[in-house]
């Protein structure tokens, strides 16, 4: 009796054993109340699965946009503007949230379609429309002025240069030497008065000589010669950099209503359905017969400093040609230069001055390619359509 009861006892012993080795060895699954969703828990040295993160949902407002471009001066209707859910964030700060703050109203500018209404683009007075001023003013940096001066396909860089790019601008000028008192080109023309003896005196007027009196010994006697020019007196050229990184504002004419961005297209005139087309015969051989060549710019506008718009025009005052040199897009520094001369030209690159020669080649070299001795270069010819004789 007692042998069964142990070994109950043993077996019972037994069980209760392995249950805790069972227990012991189990992985513990309590989640940690300071888990923050999408760390990973660890809980007895051992990693647990990666919580997904949430989305935080942005703030959103609703706003009044324009549905359709409505024209500066036109009175808002209500098909005109409706409700758009923007970033609050990102929503302009004098965005309007009420559709009766809006309809009504009259725009002092040109609102493109799914644009903001904002306070600055509605008034109630026609008044207003007139305080908007062009597109220009307000592109322009502060502390700058506008200023505008005459191109060609020279001196803007074969019309590469666009509204938005940075120029140098390069002078030209031609100094010659002047009389102080007259301020005339030198030299003077010469008067010479002689008076006869007798006892009327007769008065004999030469001249005017242009040039000067020298004394030279002829045959044992010194002798006063009137040494002139032959030819008018040769300008001294000098170039140099003047004003740095000007911005562009426009090239060309501005549109007659000052508006630079979102200027549409100008919708063509349909033709009355009882005129036909007129198509243009080509000429007799089949050639197509000549257009003409499309107008270019004429006159460009600069944004610059009130000392250099002041400058521009003086340039623009003495017709000092400006040249326009176009600066990389990244590029905002200034460099130093030098004027450049015909001594500047011939010390930095070498050129030395030819000797005289008791010969030379035949015929006489006078010009080279375009430049002409005693003719003037036309830097923007005209280009005129050729005419096409019409056939009989």
Do not use: C
């Amino acid at each position: 009796m007692n042998r069964r009861i142990l070994l109950i006892v043993v077996f019972i012993a037994v069980i209760v054993i392995g249950v805790g080795l069972f227990l012991s060895t189990r992985p513990r699954t309590t989640p940690n109340p300071n888990t923050t969703p999408g760390a990973t828990q660890v809980v007895s040295g051992q990693p647990e699965a990666t919580l997904p993160p949430t989305n935080t949902p942005l703030p959103m407002v609703d706003i009044i946009v324009a549905v359709q471009p409505i024209n500066r001066g036109q009175i808002i209707t209500p098909d005109m503007v409706d409700y758009r859910s923007w970033p609050e964030q990102s929503a302009p700060l004098s965005a309007i949230t009420d559709m009766e703050s809006v309809v009504g109203k009259i725009a002092r500018t040109d609102i493109y379609r799914e644009s903001p209404i904002t306070n600055v683009v509605i008034t109630e007075n026609l008044n207003d429309l007139g305080a908007v001023g062009s597109d220009a003013a307000a592109v322009l940096p502060a502390g700058t002025r506008m200023i505008s001066v005459p191109i060609d396909r020279i001196t803007s860089g074969a019309y590469a240069i666009q509204p938005g790019d940075r120029v140098d601008a390069i002078i030209s000028l031609l100094y010659v030497d002047v009389d102080e008192d007259f301020q005339s080109i030198l030299p003077n023309d010469l008067y010479m008065f002689v008076l006869s003896g007798g006892e009327e005196a007769a008065l004999t007027l030469f001249g005017p000589f242009d040039g000067r009196f020298e004394s030279q010994p002829i045959a044992g006697q010194t002798a006063s010669i009137l040494v002139a020019p032959h030819e008018d007196v040769r300008p001294r050229l000098t170039t140099q950099m003047t004003i740095q990184n000007a911005l562009v504002v426009y090239v060309g004419d501005f549109p007659e209503n000052g508006r630079m961005f979102g200027a549409s297209e100008p919708t063509p005139v349909p033709l009355p359905t009882d005129v036909e087309p007129v198509e243009e015969e080509p000429v007799a051989d089949g050639t197509p017969r000549a257009t003409a060549a499309p107008t270019r710019p004429d006159i460009i506008s600069l944004a610059v400093s009130p000392q250099e718009a002041v400058t521009m025009t003086y340039f623009v005052e003495a017709k000092i040609p400006v040249t326009f040199a176009l600066r990389p897009a990244n590029e905002t520094g200034t460099q130093s230069t030098q004027q450049v001369t015909l001594d500047y030209i011939m010390s930095s690159y070498a050129i030395q001055l030819p000797a005289r020669r008791p010969f030379s080649i035949e015929p006489a070299i006078r010009s080279i390619r375009q430049l002409i001795a005693g003719e003037t270069i036309e830097l923007r010819p005209s280009i005129e359509p050729t005419a096409v004789p019409e056939e009989e």
